[in-house]
């Protein structure tokens, strides 16, 4: 199974995976990892790389990280050459949704891409469908 890790700034990590663990009732092979902007960078990135190795089963890891060029994705970036692992940045919920439902069943390669193109296709604007609906009569 693909192993998943969450990582952000502060609690959002935590908060994703909570919101997660209450839609999905367990999302099964999944991790938090807080980056605290108080910790030391090289302590930071011991503590990245022992949440990514502690779920991976030998199947890979999937890590999705807030924001692109952030702490917490170049920590991650950083680690790419050393651990088996994808990474996504600007995770999004309907993400990590999707996550719990392919990572039994897809290779990490196949889940990273269909994820990378789920997170895009699951931004919507609201005033769009109002439009929409208004349109329709």
Do not use: W
């Not at 192993?3 to 999905?24: K, M, R």
């Not at 990892?33 to 302590?43: G, L, M, T």
């Not at 050459?81 to 069943?105: C, R």
């Amino acid at each position: 199974m693909v192993g998943v890790v969450i990582c952000a700034h502060g609690n959002l990590a935590h908060e994703f995976l909570s919101a997660t663990n209450f839609i999905t009732g367990n999302a099964g092979s999944i991790s938090a990892v807080a980056v605290d902007h108080n910790v030391d960078p090289s302590e930071a990135r011991n503590i990245v790389k022992d949440a990514i190795r502690a779920v991976d089963d030998g199947s890979g890891v999937l890590v999705v990280t807030d924001l692109y060029g952030g702490t917490p994705s170049n920590i991650c970036i950083s680690l790419q050459d050393e651990i088996k692992m994808e990474i996504i940045a600007g995770v999004n919920l309907p993400i990590l949704l999707k996550a719990v439902s392919l990572q039994k069943n897809s290779d990490l390669q196949t889940m990273a891409n269909k994820l990378k193109e789920y997170g895009k296709e699951n931004i919507y604007l609201a005033s769009d469908f109002l439009k929409k609906k208004d349109a329709q009569g």
